[in-house]
């Protein structure tokens, strides 16, 4: 499912109340099942995070400290071998482009989708990629979908990114504007 909609509609917004990392919001959030609860103590293991920007006031990891945190080590390696930042691991995020960071996300992502989540948030996935890299990285979301049944719900700007997914829903001033299937007309 991909969600469209203008700066400040509520799409990251969304994606935190269904971490649990935004609070205030009313209604319930089902994952499996099973209801989440507004304010976790700690992530859900059945997700898999993909967030837009580093957080800012955080200390200061390297890409291997990132990848390593709460995942498998060798899957996550394997996908950041895969995501052309193998060689990368010592290197602080702060130090990477905006594209390497965008690899190192999606790399510890993998791991945890390995781990067995069964939903991606993607927040921005292919943000400060050329239409090559992007092309490949939303391959690579589009294979786990298909092939390991991953739901993946992620936000996007970008038209040719939102195309990937089955469904669009369009968010306007924190509400859904409209919910279609990619290519009906309406």
């Known amino acids: 499912v991909a969600i469209v909609g203008g700066n400040g509609s509520g799409k990251t917004t969304l994606l935190r109340a269904i971490m649990g990392l935004h609070r205030g919001w009313t209604g319930s959030i089902r994952l499996n099942g099973t209801e989440l609860p507004a304010s976790p103590e ?38 950041a071998g895969e995501l052309g930042i193998g060689g990368l691991l010592q290197r602080p995020l702060s130090a ?31 943000g400060n990629l050329d239409t090559r890299t992007s092309e490949e990285i939303m391959d690579l979301i589009v294979s786990f979908n298909r092939d390991q049944g991953i739901t993946v719900l992620m ?32």
């Open 42 to 79: 700690k992530a859900h293991p059945g997700m898999a995070w993909m967030p837009q920007h580093l957080p800012k006031g955080q200390f200061p990891f390297t890409v291997g400290e990132l990848l390593r945190a709460g995942t498998e080590e060798a899957a996550v390696l394997d996908a």
């Open 155 to 186: 936000v996007t700007h970008e038209p040719d990114i939102a195309a990937y997914a089955r469904r669009v829903v369009r968010f306007v001033d924190g509400r859904v504007d409209s919910d279609r299937r990619n290519g009906d007309t309406a």
């Open 96 to 126: 990477l482009s905006g594209g390497q960071r965008q690899r190192a996300y999606l790399a510890r992502a993998l791991g945890m989708l390995h781990e067995g989540a069964s939903l991606l948030l993607a927040d921005e996935p292919t």
